[in-house]
């Protein structure tokens, strides 16, 4: 793995600022996509590709805050704080009844309280 303090090239530099600056709206839009294909299933056991893929996300945004020391959005670091235990199951029930019933959303501050 590359990290930023490892980059030796101005050419390296300006695409991780491209990927940050370009891409991470990207991830956003990705992440409410995966919530939105989550809300037509019921079972749980039905989206655990959909978790899959939000742990991979949550994986990268985690290594970009805490290793790289990048900033990101405030919408991001909430699911990087919210998603942190996504690998407990009763978290990942929890969190996916409230995907599923509309009441999360990282524009809010917090998981709402039903």
């Not at 939000?54 to 909430?78: G, N, P």
């Amino acid at each position: 793995m590359i990290y930023v303090k490892d980059f030796r090239f101005k050419e390296d530099m300006e695409l991780f600022l491209y990927v940050i600056n370009e891409k991470l709206p990207l991830l956003r839009r990705e992440i409410d996509n995966i919530f939105l294909q989550m809300q037509v299933f019921d079972d749980i056991m039905q989206v655990s590709n959909y978790f899959e893929q939000l742990e991979s996300i949550h994986s990268f945004l985690a290594k970009l805050v805490f290793l790289e020391k990048v900033d990101i959005t405030t919408d991001l670091r909430r699911f990087v704080r919210d998603f942190d235990r996504i690998d407990d199951l009763w978290w990942r029930e929890y969190i996916f009844n409230k995907i599923k019933t509309e009441n999360y959303s990282l524009d809010d501050k917090s998981v709402k309280d039903e």
